[in-house]
């Protein structure tokens, strides 16, 4: 399947997921503003104060279907939505923002940056970088039910990858509702070419080693990540009711934690027996 034809069978997924509370407080013509609003933060590069400061009302079904409305405004521009992300995939994490299962973000094409690149800090608010493992499917995924073996058998690869999350609320201090809104932090991602088979490595044993400026910042492995990284895309998929589309690639969450990056900073990621990537910050 071509990312085209991902993209058409991603539309309305953000919608479908929802975690915890599901009535929605808010209006749609306040869920359309807020998406406006937070958006526009993103496309500015200018933060705002966290949105529950005036809406503390808001439920995660609010927050999703803001998300959404966000998803929607790119996609009515011409842009397309390429995958997925999860975010709170560690248990001290979660259990510090009260949850028991990561939260989910989309993918738009234009956050993709080509490994060896350049990323620029004009167009980012206060960037941080983390280190992960990003599946892409070769058949579609779709719960309930989905496991470990359910993600690996429709795993075409795997590749080290990083994430840039850019928090559009002042200081970077939010909630979990107001968190989610934003698309979870969404800003760009790197993914190597380097491919590799999931069915023949232990992803759980996965060292990873992050250097900022030939300085190591962060070291880990795969089990960091809900003890092995395919378990958040079985999450991933078994909290929607569309199917995740084969072609789609998902980032299954930071194995360490997310280190600042400014101008003229450079980073390096080598995930064992998967490759290295680098990226530099201009």
Known sequence: MGTEAASRQLNGSASAIRNGD??????????????????????????????????PEMTQADAYAIQDQIRFRKESRGHRTVGLKAGLTSRA??????????????????????????????????PKIEPEIAF???RPLKGPGCHIGTVLAATDFVVPAFEII?????????????VIAD???????????????AKHRDLRTAGC??????????????AAVLGHPASAIAMMANTQREEIPAGSVLLSGAITEAVAATRGDSFTLRIQDMGTISIRFV
């Open 209 to 222: 080693v992050m250097q900022k400026n030939g300085a190591v910042v962060a070291l880990g492995a795969g």
């Open 136 to 138: 892409v499917l070769k």
């Open 22 to 55: 599901s009535a929605r407080t808010l209006s749609r013509e306040t869920i359309e503003r807020l998406a406006e609003h937070l958006e526009q933060a993103e496309l500015e590069a200018k933060d705002v104060v966290k949105i529950t400061d005036n809406y």
């Open 93 to 126: 994490k979660m259990t510090q923002m009260g949850v028991n299962s990561p939260v989910f973000g989309f993918l738009s094409d234009y956050f993709a940056v080509p490994a060896g690149g350049e990323i620029r800090v004009s167009e980012l608010i206060h």
């Open 166 to 178: 850019d928090s559009r609320y002042r200081d970077f201090k939010f909630d979990l509702t107001s």
């Open 183 to 197: 698309n979870c932090s969404s800003a760009r991602f790197v993914v190597g070419e380097q491919m590799s088979s």
